[in-house]
């Protein structure tokens, strides 16, 4: 069994770094109101978590998710970093859009894909 990363000990759940994400021309990332099949929404934990890279293989580590900017503003991991640019929370139609006519790939399980690059 895979041992928890100890830096992740300071992640407060709130599940929006596991929701779907464009990521723009310019590199701006965008959150989606799509959750990850594996997000509990109600616990807002991962139900695969020990499993979460092989099972969903666009769940991105810590150190991914930071260099590519995935998590918001106000997240431990990130909050501290100069220069960091946090993904915008508020997506738009175009963006809506942009994404369902994506038809992507299916991940171990069958679910589609969360993460797009344009």
């Known amino acids: ?14 599940g929006r ?9 310019d590199n701006e990332i965008v959150y989606l109101p799509y ?16 499993r ?3 099972v969903n293989p666009n769940c991105l580590t810590l150190d ?5 900017g995935v998590f918001p503003a ?12 946090p993904p915008r929370e508020q997506w738009t139609q175009q963006d809506l859009e942009l994404y369902s006519e994506w038809g992507g ?8 894909n969360t993460r797009r690059k344009f």
């Open 1 to 14: 069994m895979a041992e928890k990363n100890d830096k992740e000990d300071i992640c407060r759940q709130c």
């Open 105 to 112: 790939e299916d991940d171990a399980d069958g679910h589609r």
């Open 64 to 68: 991914e998710g930071i260099r590519l």
């Open 74 to 85: 106000d997240c431990p991991y990130v909050a501290d970093l100069k220069g960091y640019r």
């Open 52 to 54: 979460r890279h092989a």
């Open 17 to 25: 770094c596991c929701c779907a994400k464009l990521i723009l021309d």
């Open 35 to 50: 959750p990850c099949p594996y997000l509990d929404e109600h616990t807002r934990r991962c139900t695969v978590y020990e």
